[in-house]
């Protein structure tokens, strides 16, 4: 008689389908390499350099005194994470359930839904952190980085990259269409985020009126931690927390939904 399989625990088995999901992006890594270090780079260039360059030292006072391209440099390290968050938790995990359907064949092995779900949102950090790095890296060879503090600015990136990947795996997992819907959640919700979150300009420049849909961003919040980790922002104490906190409130939101629907659309 075979030898029968005992169920690995909760964190060795996320660990497992973590290593699943890292083997094969060591040998795809060039398939998304544009989407995740590529258009970042093309973003410094454009509004980094080409905008900078407009707007001179007019923009000292909107920025707190330093230089556009360092200013713009910790936000753009977050908005590369929202956007990687945000596709790799739309049309991946649908196609883990619906067309690929990876996520059966894992769970036909003593791995659990939950597992699954966390793995993957585990996967899109790591992923994050490699391309923030890089991405880091890249802005350093154009003067957009200051200090050290920059790698905490990677850190926060990760955060908030979670904080928008985890609930939007929580809604793919709940789509049974072929993800119309994906559409809507990048022109409506993705798009304007990246636009009006403080990426490119003080939110304080909006209308009074738009203001408070900024502050409900995670991108915003993970702006303001960026450039506080990096020390181009100095928010007080309590600003800090406040955006720490808002950011893992919705990591823990987002796992929590994401492991109830995997479990409950993978039962056997």
């Given amino acids: 008689m075979g030898e029968v399989a005992h169920a690995p625990g909760r964190v060795h ?13 060591a040998r795809n890594w060039r398939a998304t ?35 556009y391209l360092v200013w713009l440099a910790p936000a753009l390290l977050a908005m590369s994470a929202v956007q990687t968050g945000a596709f790799e938790m739309s049309y991946p995990v649908l196609a ?42 890249v802005i350093a060879l ?20 979670a ?20 559409n809507a959640l990048f022109r409506f919700v993705v798009l304007p985020m990246t636009l009006f979150s403080g990426t490119f300009f003080p939110i304080g420049n909006l209308p009074g009126w738009v203001q408070p849909l900024a502050w409900v961003s995670p991108l915003w919040h993970g702006t303001e931690l960026a450039r506080w980790a990096a020390g181009v922002a100095a928010p007080g104490a309590g ?13 823990g939101i987002g796992c929590v939904l994401s492991v109830r629907l995997f479990v409950r659309r993978l039962a056997r």
Avoid: C, N
Avoid at 100 to 118: F, N
Avoid at 239 to 251: E, P, T, Y
């Fill in 13 to 25: 088995g996320i660990a497992l389908v973590l290593e699943h999901h890292l083997r094969w992006y």
């Fill in 33 to 67: 390499a544009i989407s995740s270090v590529l258009q970042p780079l093309l973003f410094l260039l454009a509004f980094g350099l080409g905008f900078g360059s407009l707007v001179g030292a007019g923009a000292a006072q909107a920025t707190g005194g330093v230089e």
């Fill in 96 to 137: 883990g359930f619906k067309w690929r359907r990876t996520y059966e064949a894992t769970t036909a092995t003593p791995i659990t839904g939950g597992q699954v779900a966390l793995a993957q949102l585990a996967f899109v950090a790591t992923k994050s952190l490699l391309t923030g790095l890089v991405s880091v890296a």
């Fill in 142 to 161: 154009f003067g957009g980085v200051r200090s050290i503090g920059v790698l905490g600015s990677v850190v926060a990136a990760v955060l908030t990259g």
């Fill in 163 to 182: 904080a928008v990947a985890a609930p939007v795996m929580a809604f793919s997992a709940s789509r049974r269409d072929e993800g119309a819907a994906f």
């Fill in 239 to 251: 600003a800090v927390l406040g955006h720490l906190a808002s950011l893992l409130a919705l990591v």
